[in-house]
């Protein structure tokens, strides 16, 4: 059995070190790639990922989680125009703490390729949902924590508005304190 997406009872992150937020140095910039939905051409949201303040930081290691790979904020840039990020797995962790600063409106999607397992040891990006079926999807609140199968082909669909969150990646599912 897997999981995909859980809720946490993790501690909030206090206002004063959000409320204000911008993003740091670049860590890794995602520009928004080509995919076919329905026959129609589109292109994903681009979604790059930011180094967040010294003090947040400080703060996840003492609430949250002492170790990790990396950590940062990303900034999914959805709109009516770009309403989903690219179907994928992630190359760099096995699961992911998220917190949500500003969903966006989007929903976490997750899907399997035709022909493969529901969790994936490789990467590799879907440019065409007639390759996936869906296999569940969450709402995902604002202001909460939540963990993240980050080896299942994921996405975000439906946004709105740009997607802001933090983002704790991690080698195993049970490495939370
Ligand atoms: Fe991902």
Redesign the pocket.
């Known amino acids: 059995m897997f999981f995909d997406f859980k809720i946490l009872d993790l501690p909030p992150i206090p206002n004063e070190l959000v409320v204000n937020i911008t993003p740091g140095t670049i860590i890794r910039n995602h520009p928004g790639q080509e995919y076919t939905r329905n026959g129609v051409s589109n292109v994903s949201a681009p979604n790059p990922f930011y180094k967040i303040s010294a003090e947040l930081e400080r703060w996840i290691q003492d609430n949250i989680c002492k170790k990790y790979n990396e950590v940062g904020i990303r900034y999914t840039h959805g709109s009516s125009e770009y309403p989903a990020s690219i179907v994928?797995p992630?190359e760099t962790s096995s699961c992911v703490l998220m917190y949500n600063l500003d969903h966006g409106g989007g929903w976490l999607n997750f899907w399997q390729q035709w022909g493969h397992g529901v969790v994936r040891d490789d990467r590799y990006v879907i440019n065409n949902y007639e390759n996936v079926i869906r296999i569940s999807q969450y709402e995902t609140p604002n202001f909460c924590w939540y963990m993240v199968n980050?080896k299942i082909l994921?996405s975000i669909e439906n946004m709105k508005s740009t997607r802001i969150n933090i983002q704790v990646s991690l080698d195993s599912a049970h490495y939370v304190k």
């Open positions: 994928h992630d980050t994921h």
